[in-house]
Nanobody
Framework: QVQVVESGGGPVQAGDSLRLSCTVSGRTINTYHMGWFRQAPGKEREFVVAASRAGMTYYADADSVKGRFSISRDDAKNTVYLQMNNLQPEDTAVYSC???????????????????WGQGTQVTVSS
């Protein structure tokens, strides 16, 4: 059974950095495409960034996180990371990690692409 567990969230100040971790159990992480999503209060869940099995990175079409957020993976630890720099109050959200074993990456930015989800971790950025 595949389990996805995020950690590393918490309260920070605007301009701070934070690194979220996502550990996958059940299969080795390099067999999955891994994505990060977030959901702010009163808003729909939105795609943040993903890393394909082949090591390609896919950002959201909007420029809200490009240049500030990055994704990386440590296959030895079966963990993927979301590095968030220069955090702003609008980044406040529950951040969720997801795994997909789907072939192809056409829908990698869509939530339905992912079969396995973590419970989410809260990130709160104050000004």
């Amino acid at each position: 059974q595949v389990q996805v567990v995020e950690s590393g969230g918490g309260p920070v100040q605007a301009g701070d950095s934070l690194r979220l971790s996502c550990t996958v159990s059940g299969r080795t992480i390099n067999t999955y495409h891994m994505g990060w999503f977030r959901q702010a209060p009163g808003k729909e869940r939105e795609f943040v960034v993903a890393a394909s099995r082949a090591g390609m990175t896919y950002y959201a079409d909007a420029d809200s996180v490009k240049g500030r957020f990055s994704i990386s993976r440590d296959d030895a630890k079966n963990t993927v990371y979301l590095q968030m720099n220069n955090l702003q109050p609008e980044d406040t959200a529950v951040y969720s990690c997801a795994a997909s074993s789907t072939n192809g990456v056409y829908y990698i930015r869509r939530a339905y692409f992912y079969a396995y989800w973590g419970q989410g971790t809260q990130v709160t950025v104050s000004s």
